[in-house]
């Protein structure tokens, strides 16, 4: 196993009550059954001799409780068995999303969403399963196997050596069997996959599909798809069914070939008939272990793999390194960019080069040019989602790479136009689940940015759970959890859908009033937005080719931010 496998097999690894608890609970599991053939072997033999009904009630109610006790020790392994796998894998889970949670953005643009979930719940469960399935199936079964072929060697050698031939035989026999089976169960997982991630997307763009009348064709694929799933079931099915009819068909010879040696024995006078029965109960007992012993390969190397991809996650490593320096805890913080270039990481295309800019503390940037210039690139690296390839970026004077994340969090704040809104109440998507000011605060605050009335109507108020929250409502949130946030400096990726003009003009008094006394970048769709900032920067190409006052570009007759007050004919 590789070495990052076992040290994800140490953060499953239980404390030690709970293991000798387990071990106690799997020896008596096994034990219990293998103790049931000898109250049989006495039964039948007092019965033989003429032992009273009372004497024979009295071995069958024994029995009987040996069964319950056998199946309440099952039972409590199971239970004890899916506890420790289930803490476990809750500790790796919650290791895993922290973990997945610090890499940088670097990483999470290498890996979709869905390929994390996957990650920290589909291979997790997939190890979950298999550490259940291993205590109680290849533990347990093992351990029985072992029990049945010493007792059946103790009862007469002959016969156990005979078991233990079969046993192998049996064993190597289901192990090729499987085999056979893999390629048409992977084939029947693969279309099934296929089919969940036609209808994760399609679904996705219900709302895309159906407007641009694409249903039809969605079906039709739909359909094919589907097909390919049945055919692959079918034939999975078909092969499985041969292989479990030929399993059955080796075990019944197995156990014929175990009967006909005990009546052999029996008649060579060696044997009573109660072991002769004993033998042929222990001959029955070999095929369930067998059968889940074999059923644990596949799992086996579902978990080998899925332990392999969870030692790889927490091997990644931010390749951003933490500084320790704070930022400057309270006012409007200084910005400034310094030869500024940058390329995303695994791509050759300089996206941004030679960016020099700064701003004052309490100035505000308006950021223009066309989609793909680099606006947003510019603005994850003032909010140190990335480290610049070339150049500095400084904020309150000290380069952000030496800044205390903390710190920097806490005082460079971001609005973007992807307003999250989490299925919570609206307190927690106020504060993003921090713990929350007094609701007088946060009632002021959804008033300042005009959502007053809104909170007004709402049944609950502030614990109100969000859901059918218009584009309006939802960036007037994120100005209120701005505020809340009190940063010194604010990157606001302004929303270029359209809002109806009532919303519109209570955004923009959201944004003066976010925007006094703190230090502002502004990605301006909207060239009203550009009346309110000191300067301006344009963008092309990931190069600034017209920077400024917004006073002086206004006044230049020749300067493009000109033009393009004169195109959409606001006057200058
Ligand atoms: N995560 C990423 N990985 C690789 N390249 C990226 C990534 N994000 C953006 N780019 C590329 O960087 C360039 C600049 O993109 P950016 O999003 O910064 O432009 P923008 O001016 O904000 O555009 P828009 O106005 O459409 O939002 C584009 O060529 C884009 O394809």
């Not at 205590?135 to 029985?144: G, I």
């Not at 009532?502 to 990605?523: K, Y």
């Amino acid at each position: 196993m590789p070495p990052r496998s076992t040290s994800v097999l140490r953060l499953l690894r239980p404390g030690p009550r709970p293991a000798a608890a387990l071990v106690a609970a799997i020896a008596a599991a096994t034990a219990l059954p293998l103790a049931a053939p000898q109250i049989t072997r006495r039964f039948v033999d007092d019965a033989v001799a003429g032992a009273s009904t009372r004497h024979l009630t009295l071995i069958a109610l024994a029995y009987l409780a040996l069964a319950v006790a056998g199946q309440a020790a099952r039972m409590v392994t199971a239970w004890l068995a899916s506890r420790l796998a289930w803490d476990g894998t809750n500790r790796l889970r919650e290791r895993l999303a922290r973990h997945a949670l610090g890499l940088d953005l670097a990483f999470h643009g290498r890996h979709t969403p869905g390929e994390m979930i996957e990650r920290v719940d589909g291979d997790v469960v997939a190890v979950a399963d298999f550490v259940v399935a291993f205590l109680m199936d290849v533990v347990a079964s093992v351990l029985l196997l072992a029990g049945v072929l010493v007792i059946v060697f103790g009862v007469d050698w002959r016969i156990g050596a005979a078991l233990l031939a079969y046993c192998l035989l049996i064993g190597f026999g289901m192990a090729r069997a499987q085999r056979l089976a893999v390629p048409s169960a992977a084939r029947s997982r693969a279309a099934s996959a296929r089919l969940f991630g036609l209808l994760e997307e399609r679904l996705a763009g219900a709302e895309d599909l159906r407007a641009n009348g694409a249903g039809e064709h969605t079906v039709r694929r739909f359909h094919q798809v589907n097909a390919r799933l049945y055919r692959a079931e079918v034939n999975d099915a078909r092969v499985g069914t041969t292989l479990l009819a030929g399993t059955s068909v080796a075990f019944a010879a197995g156990t014929a070939i175990m009967l006909a040696l005990a009546a052999w024995t029996l008649t060579s006078g060696t044997l009573t008939i109660g072991t002769a029965v004993l033998i042929f109960q222990y001959t029955l007992m070999v095929r369930t272990p067998f059968e889940r012993l074999i059923d644990q390969i596949r799992q086996y190397q579902a978990a080998l793999a899925g332990l392999a991809r969870i030692g790889g996650l927490l091997a990644e490593r931010r390749t951003l390194t933490d500084g320790t320096r704070p930022l400057p805890g309270t006012g409007p913080l200084g910005l400034s960019l310094d030869g500024v270039g940058f390329a995303y990481p695994d791509d050759d295309e300089q996206v941004l080069s030679g960016i020099t800019l700064t701003l004052a503390p309490g100035e505000t940037l308006g950021l223009v040019g066309r989609t793909g210039s680099g606006k947003t690139t510019l603005a994850r690296l003032v909010l140190r989602l990335y480290d610049p390839t070339e150049g500095v970026v400084r904020a309150g004077g000290l380069d952000l790479r030496q800044a205390d994340p903390a710190s920097l969090r806490r005082r460079i704040g971001v609005v973007t136009q992807d307003v999250q809104l989490f299925g919570a109440s609206l307190r927690d998507n106020l504060t993003l689940f921090r713990p929350p000011p007094d609701n007088e605060v946060l009632e002021e605050v959804l008033r300042d940015v005009g959502l007053g009335d809104w909170l007004a109507g709402l049944p609950d108020g502030l614990d109100t759970r969000l859901a059918g929250v218009s584009a309006g409502e939802a960036q007037l949130i994120a100005f209120a959890r701005a505020f809340l946030a009190d940063p010194g400096l604010v990157v606001l990726d302004e929303a270029s859908s359209r809002l109806d003009p009532a919303t519109e003009r209570r955004i923009e008094h959201s944004i003066d009033r976010l925007l006094r006394n703190r230090t502002g970048v502004i990605i301006a769709h909207r060239l009203s937005s550009l009346s309110r900032v000191d300067k301006i920067a344009v963008l092309d190409q990931g190069k600034i080719i017209e920077y400024g006052r917004r006073a002086d570009l206004a006044a230049d007759p020749g300067s493009r931010f000109g033009r393009l007050l004169d195109l959409a004919g606001v006057s200058r």
